[in-house]
């Protein structure tokens, strides 16, 4: 199934952030760029590298009027309690959503439904609800903080200048392309 486009489903998740217990909902969401990062489990070994990657670039994601939410299908009070007994996890400011009755999840269609986890799934999402990237890996293959900031930079580009296409490895600040025909086969 191809999701680009497709809206956020009405939800109402437990999340833990920072110490607190707290709900996230579909409106707490819309209006800024959200990247929902899923994750196989709490207390694992690549989960960890990743959320901390992702915690080491949070200030630009922050700049960027992006929230990150990690989900993953433990609840609230093991993230929790990941956190008390991590170093990596206990500095994590972003909320770490709770998804055990994988609502999210099968939304995303991420569920390994038989393991009870969700593949590494990250959808970028744009401040009305829809998604406008997204990338699926198998649950033994890590992510890049840096690869998911640049593609929500190039998204929130493309947003603001759908006359122009951001190429391979395109940054901010960097040229992009103005499609026309004068370019065709001179690329």
């Known amino acids: 199934m191809n999701y680009i486009d497709q809206k956020l489903p009405e939800f109402s998740v ?8 707290r709900t996230i909902t579909t409106a707490d969401v819309l209006g800024k760029w959200a990247v929902f990062f899923f994750y196989p489990a709490d207390f694992t070994f690549v989960c960890p590298t990743e959320l901390g990657d992702l915690q080491a670039h949070y200030e630009d994601f922050q700049k960027a009027n992006a929230e990150i939410y990690s989900v993953s299908e433990d609840s609230e009070f093991v993230h929790k309690a990941w956190a008390d007994a991590t170093d990596t996890i206990g500095q994590v400011q972003y909320p770490m959503l709770a998804d055990p009755a994988g609502k ?5 269609d991420v569920l390994d439904e038989d393991a009870g986890q969700a593949y590494r799934g990250v959808f970028i999402v744009n401040p009305e609800g829809q998604i406008k990237s997204y990338t699926i890996n198998d649950m033994n293959i890590g992510r890049n903080a840096n690869e998911v900031y640049r593609t929500l930079m190039a998204a929130e580009f493309v947003a603001a200048h759908g006359d122009m296409v951001c190429p391979a490895n395109w940054h901010p600040g960097e040229t992009p392309i103005t499609p026309s025909l004068d370019l065709v086969g001179k690329i």
């Open 104 to 108: 999210l999840a099968r939304f995303f």
């Open 14 to 21: 437990n999340a833990y952030q920072q110490g607190a217990t």
